[in-house]
Nanobody
């Protein structure tokens, strides 16, 4: 089994930046898809960015040009660089992994292994 631990959240003003990290430990997998999800109070959890074991990355339209997902396989770490933050980016951010596949369907949340989350708060 794999364990995920996120860090890097915090409180920033609009226009600021944060870099989230997610360290994976335990079993390793050659094929996977990893996603940064976020959930704001009263809203559904949404996928913000994803990257697979081939290095193919995708970003939610509302964060394109501001957020960048990346991974350092040597450190077993997933990152989310967040620039030009907006109040609507506020929420709990989770990293999640889906193993033995390179697809990350947002509607199959139960098929992921989850971290505990890190809070991001952006004030105007």
């Amino acid at each position: 089994q794999v364990q995920l631990v996120e860090s890097g959240g915090g409180s920033v003003q609009a226009g600021g930046s944060l870099r989230l990290s997610c360290v994976a430990s335990g079993d390793t997998y050659r094929t996977y898809c990893m996603v940064w999800f976020r959930q704001a109070p009263g809203k559904e959890r949404e996928g913000v960015a994803q990257i697979d074991s081939n290095g193919s990355a995708r970003h939610l339209d509302s964060v394109k040009g501001r957020f960048t997902i990346s991974q350092d396989n040597a450190k077993n770490t997933l990152y989310l660089q967040m620039n030009s933050l907006k109040p609507e980016d506020t929420g709990m951010y989770y990293c999640a992994i889906r193993i033995a596949t390179t697809t990350c369907p947002a509607e199959q949340l139960a098929s992921y292994i989850w971290g505990q989350g890190t809070q991001v708060t952006v004030s105007s």
